[in-house]
């Protein structure tokens, strides 16, 4: 049996550019049994994660398909090349494919994996396009209870394939690690994600907690340099112009990102959309960092009671917050413990689980 991936074209599977969606897959492909009969379809990329399994496709403009149709067209067409008759297509958040991979394979069993709230993404908003995914997938997986109560949202039907598979984190740390006074904020520089709330509240703070640190990792767009004038190049001027407390990186890597995650004391997750899941703060805790969050979507699923969740969440609730944490050692350390402690959305576990899944998706349909 073979397990095909088919990931956004958009997501570099890539060593130092890798985002949610491409490190989602890469943790569970970590501690898989299947892992020798996985085959990842993607955007070509230079250094690959899981370079055995990775197939990279270069777009053709002259196929007059769009980048994702392109890169399902080539899926479809190299399952159907090998011939073997048992094979398993897992989409990943692009639900408007299924019916076309459908088409073209026929028999192959079809998941589809919702990292985002589907009520707001192309062949999902409506109740009718979610109906007809339930009927033509062996199994829907969304990342958070959040996802599946959007997606089910005024459906009566039988929703027996449609599960909760909270992406997993690997945790390489096994002692808890020595915290500098540092906080920080991980994330794409938009406005959505509550960025302008973190940079004027550290700039209001700042000057208060002059041993402290405050770093800002991301951009507009992972992996790539913000254009001059833009929202997240203001954002990352403004951040700077705090003075030498203030340490913006721009994008970088998994690795840079867990060793920032290691050392940091607190973590501010101040998202003004609602987050489906909330991948920040499942590595936030495996890495026992005190935590600041947006109280909206599924991250109170991954926090719950290990962390401040903020209601309807502004500048002044999140400067009150980080200034009580910063100032108050023992509760810091006490979120800091909760974290580490309570930590359990491990790859082992999403590997595990997914893999569990993959069988009784093959005992039914071969």
Same mark, same amino acid.
């Given at each position: 049996?073979?397990?095909?991936?088919?990931?956004?074209?958009?997501?570099?599977?890539?060593?130092?550019?890798?985002?949610?969606?491409?490190?989602?897959?890469?943790?569970?492909?970590?501690?898989?049994?299947?892992?020798?009969?996985?085959?990842?379809?993607?955007?070509?990329?230079?250094?690959?994660?899981?370079?055995?399994?990775?197939?990279?496709?270069?777009?053709?403009?002259?196929?007059?398909?769009?980048?994702?149709?392109?890169?399902?067209?080539?899926?479809?067409?190299?399952?159907?090349?090998?011939?073997?008759?048992?094979? @398993?297509? #897992? /989409?990943?958040? +692009?639900?408007?494919?299924?019916?076309? !991979?459908? &088409? $073209?394979?026929?028999?192959?069993?079809?998941?589809?994996?919702?990292?985002?709230?589907?009520?707001?993404?192309?062949?999902?908003?409506?109740?009718?396009?979610?109906?007809?995914?339930?009927?033509?997938?062996?199994?829907?997986?969304?990342?958070?209870?959040?996802?599946?109560?959007?997606?089910?949202?005024?459906?009566?039907?039988?929703?027996?394939?449609?599960?909760?598979?909270?992406?997993?984190?690997?945790?390489?740390?096994?002692?808890?690690?020595?915290?500098?006074?540092?906080?920080?904020?991980?994330?794409?520089?938009?406005?959505?994600?509550?960025?302008?709330?973190?940079?004027?509240?550290?700039?209001?703070?700042?000057?208060?907690?002059?041993?402290?640190?405050?770093?800002?990792?991301?951009?507009?767009? @992972?992996? #790539? /340099?913000?254009? +001059?004038?833009?929202?997240?190049?203001? !954002?990352? &001027? $403004?951040?700077?112009?705090?003075?030498?407390?203030?340490?913006?990186?721009?994008?970088?890597?998994?690795?840079?990102?867990?060793?920032?995650?290691?050392?940091?004391?607190?973590?501010?997750?101040?998202?003004?959309?609602?987050?489906?899941?909330?991948?920040?703060?499942?590595?936030?805790?495996?890495?026992?960092?005190?935590?600041?969050?947006?109280?909206?979507?599924?991250?109170?699923?991954?926090?719950?009671?290990?962390?401040?969740?903020?209601?309807?969440?502004?500048?002044?609730?999140?400067?009150?917050?980080?200034?009580?944490?910063?100032?108050?050692?023992?509760?810091?350390?006490?979120?800091?413990?909760?974290?580490?402690?309570?930590?359990?959305?491990?790859?082992?576990?999403?590997?595990?689980?997914?893999?569990?899944?993959?069988?009784?998706?093959?005992?039914?349909?071969?």
């Amino acid at each position: 049996m073979k397990i095909n991936i088919l990931l956004p074209y958009k997501e570099k599977f890539d060593k130092q550019k890798a985002s949610s969606v491409s490190i989602t897959v890469s943790n569970n492909m970590l501690y898989s049994n299947f892992i020798d009969d996985i085959r990842v379809f993607g955007q070509k990329t230079e250094d690959p994660l899981f370079k055995k399994n990775f197939f990279g496709v270069n777009y053709s403009v002259t196929s007059f398909k769009s980048k994702n149709n392109y890169l399902a067209d080539q899926l479809s067409k190299f399952v159907l090349k090998t011939n073997e008759n048992r094979n @398993l297509v #897992e /989409i990943h958040n +692009r639900h408007y494919l299924v019916k076309r !991979i459908k &088409k $073209k394979l026929k028999v192959s069993p079809i998941s589809l994996f919702l990292h985002n709230d589907p009520k707001e993404m192309k062949g999902a908003k409506s109740k009718l396009e979610r109906k007809e995914l339930m009927l033509d997938c062996a199994a829907i997986f969304c990342v958070s209870e959040f996802v599946r109560s959007q997606f089910l949202d005024g459906l009566d039907e039988d929703c027996k394939n449609v599960f909760v598979l909270h992406n997993g984190v690997e945790r390489k740390l096994t002692r808890f690690p020595k915290k500098k006074k540092e906080v920080l904020y991980v994330g794409r520089i938009v406005p959505e994600k509550g960025v302008d709330l973190y940079v004027d509240v550290i700039k209001s703070i700042a000057p208060k907690f002059t041993d402290w640190r405050f770093n800002l990792i991301g951009s507009s767009k @992972l992996g #790539e /340099i913000d254009k +001059r004038g833009s929202y997240a190049q203001k !954002i990352s &001027k $403004k951040f700077r112009d705090i003075g030498a407390q203030a340490n913006f990186f721009g994008f970088k890597n998994k690795k840079f990102v867990d060793e920032k995650m290691k050392s940091g004391a607190i973590i501010v997750i101040p998202s003004l959309w609602r987050e489906p899941f909330g991948l920040v703060a499942a590595e936030a805790m495996s890495n026992g960092m005190a935590i600041i969050a947006a109280n909206s979507g599924g991250i109170p699923e991954i926090i719950e009671k290990n962390g401040m969740l903020i209601h309807d969440i502004d500048k002044n609730k999140l400067k009150k917050a980080l200034t009580h944490l910063i100032s108050n050692h023992d509760k810091r350390i006490i979120y800091q413990q909760k974290s580490w402690k309570n930590f359990k959305l491990s790859s082992t576990y999403s590997s595990k689980k997914l893999d569990d899944f993959r069988r009784m998706i093959f005992q039914k349909y071969y």
